[in-house]
């Protein structure tokens, strides 16, 4: 028997199998079934049954299904693409804090479904969202260029900062040159708090060291927390006598130093916000106008600083373990960059009630709205669209 004839013989069978009820008129079909076809008994029942060959039937064994594709998963979809898809440890910290702003804007959620969603574990989070995961394939272009005239004057850091509360610095640049680093083109400039990795970027053109420093300004404005400590890359955007003078001549000193050449790890807190706050944002393309940089940093200094440090949780490594040849990282739980500076006590009182005050105010749907908006207005920016 063919191959198409034992296809059209078998769905026969099928619509035949469904429709009888009884033990016996079932036995008696499997029985044919096997001669005609030679199956193995307990194939030809699931052949009959639509587990195998993709034939549509029963449903398959097993518990059913606890959380639902239309709706719980939906809402966990939604969530998890405003918050630029994080793992699921992350999303599951966010939910009790995303759940009360997803209800104000798409309506009310059942109390079944809110406890079945606040008590979902993080596996079952990346399984429900696994197929909807982004894939990117292109990565950017290393930019630093090596700064040698301060280099006996700044220090390598050799050790650990005690980062047992904020303050201390890492900072680096992300080149939007596209594929070529030719010519005039816009970064960002990156800076990360160790201890409650809350994160300040701003956008200059052309990286010049007056700009970074003027940026630089802006952010120490900006933080909550005084800068205690700043540890850069070696290029010549931060070493530099401008950012020198800036933080070693000061009444109280900032502590300025620098990683080893070709050592990424030294700036791992910041290294990893290049991706989660620039890449993933941005994108590789390139921004070769310099109103791109101003429209960039507009949407950095305002909703995009809050979107991340009030609404998006991260976690930071603790400790590497090894067995034998096998290494395990060890992180702590998820909490925002607010939560970790709310929880040290280390913010005067009067400042934590600014910080309260403004979470209360923003709404991280709202501010998604705002942050696409203001991103397109980058992306697609043209001289001659803008001059018309």
């Known amino acids: 028997m063919s191959q198409s004839s034992k296809r059209e013989y078998l769905k026969k069978m099928r619509e035949r199998y469904g429709r009888r009820t009884g033990r016996r008129a079932r036995g008696l079909l499997i029985d044919e079934v096997c001669e005609v076809c030679g199956y193995e008994r307990k194939y030809a029942i699931k052949v009959l049954s639509g587990v195998r060959n993709g034939a549509l039937g029963r449903r398959r064994g097993g518990p059913r299904r606890f959380y639902q594709p239309g709706t719980d998963t939906g809402v966990l979809k939604r969530i998890w693409l405003t918050a630029e898809q994080p793992c699921g440890k992350r999303l599951k910290a966010m939910l009790a804090l995303w759940l009360p702003h997803y209800e104000g804007q798409y309506g009310a959620l059942g109390k079944e479904q809110r406890n079945r969603l606040l008590k979902i574990s993080a596996a079952t989070i990346d399984r429900l969202l696994a197929g909807s995961r982004a894939r990117w394939g292109k990565h950017g272009r290393c930019s630093t260029r090596p700064g040698t005239l301060l280099r006996s004057q700044i220090p390598v850091r050799t050790e650990h900062w005690d980062v047992s509360g904020p303050g201390y610095l890492e900072a680096d640049t992300v080149a939007h040159c596209g594929m070529s680093m030719a010519g005039d083109f816009a970064y960002s400039l990156t800076l990360t708090d160790i201890f409650s990795q809350w994160t300040e970027t701003r956008a200059i053109w052309n990286r010049g060291q007056y700009e970074v420093l003027s940026r630089i300004r802006e952010v120490e404005a900006a933080l909550p927390f005084p800068i205690l400590g700043f540890d850069s890359d070696n290029g010549g955007e931060f070493l530099n006598w401008h950012l020198y003078d800036y933080f070693c001549k000061r009444p109280k000193v900032v502590e300025f130093t620098r990683s080893r050449a070709y050592k990424k790890n030294d ?122």
């Open 267 to 388: 700036n791992a807190h910041v290294e990893q916000k290049n991706w989660t706050h620039v890449r993933q944002l941005v994108g590789y393309d390139r921004l070769a106008y310099p109103p791109q940089a101003q429209l960039l940093n507009d949407l950095y200094a305002n909703e995009w600083g809050h979107f991340r440090n009030f609404f998006c949780p991260v976690m930071k490594h603790l400790r590497t373990e090894i067995h034998g040849s096998r290494k395990r990282r060890v992180y702590d739980a998820p909490r925002t960059p607010f939560q970790r500076l709310r929880d040290s006590a280390t913010l005067s009182a009067g400042k934590l009630k600014e910080l309260e005050q403004l979470q209360n105010r923003l709404n991280p749907f709202a501010l998604k709205k705002v942050i696409e908006a203001k991103l397109r207005r980058v992306l697609h920016y043209r001289p001659a669209a803008s001059a018309a």
